[in-house]
């Protein structure tokens, strides 16, 4: 047996490097892996591309990489919540590539799937269209996109095991399956460790085999939008 815990997520991140590609799971702040951001930051690793589907927000999430201008480059779908994104954006400090949300998560499924390229019909006559191949299928225009893979990959599980099968939790699931098969290198923290052979093999989401380290790390529930009766 491979055993791919290490003890922390300092240690699980030791070797990225300035200007690596990464592709981050999560949604809003729903199945971010947060420690390992934390980790990323006090590294100190620099001029990073990051894709994933948001960019946190101030103060937590990947937007504690960009407050500490670690980020080069986002290609995200939405980044509506975070002021220092904007900010750096519109003073031409950060490079960004919008993707529409389902094309972000087919290009990252492609990319660990080992499919180069794949054509879709979204973004069709809409900037997203700028300097891409158009082909049409069935009389429908369509545009090629490019898989994406990452140097790594840096997603957040409910459960693992040493040999680091994963399951998501609910919505919490979100990218964080696809994003793990897209990098080189998968690195996933979890909330809890448990014995081989204790997951069903019918609730794995996502096989050992795509994931290298593993750490076990606590959890902050953090709610991105809380909207209460008065």
């Avoid at 919008?98 to 054509?119: C, D, K, N, S, Y």
């Amino acid at each position: 047996m491979i055993d791919k815990v290490v003890a922390s997520a300092d240690q699980a991140v030791q070797d990225i490097t300035d200007r690596a590609t990464l592709v981050v799971g999560g949604f809003g702040l729903c199945g971010i892996p947060e420690n390992l951001i934390a980790a990323l930051v006090r590294k100190g690793a620099r001029e990073l591309t990051c894709v994933s589907n948001n960019a946190g927000v101030d103060g937590w999430g990947l937007g504690l990489l960009l407050e500490t201008r670690q980020v080069r480059k986002m290609i995200a779908s939405y980044v509506g919540e975070n002021g220092e994104f904007e900010r750096q954006f519109l003073a031409g400090e950060l490079e960004v590539e919008f993707v529409p949300q389902g094309t972000l998560a087919e290009r990252m499924r492609a990319g660990g799937a080992g499919i180069p390229a794949f054509f879709t019909p979204t973004g069709v006559g809409t900037p997203v269209a700028e300097g891409k191949e158009l082909r049409a299928f069935d009389g429908r225009p369509c545009l090629l996109e490019r898989a994406i893979q990452g140097d790594f990959s840096l997603v957040a599980a409910w459960r693992g095991d040493r040999t680091g099968n994963l399951v998501f939790r609910k919505s919490a699931r979100n990218f964080n399956p696809v994003a793990a098969a897209a990098g080189r290198i998968c690195i996933a923290e979890v909330e809890e460790l448990v014995p081989v052979g204790a997951l069903d093999p019918d609730q794995i989401h996502t096989p050992g085999a795509f994931v290298h380290r593993l750490v076990v790390a606590p959890r902050r529930k953090r709610i991105e939008q809380r909207t209460v009766r008065s």
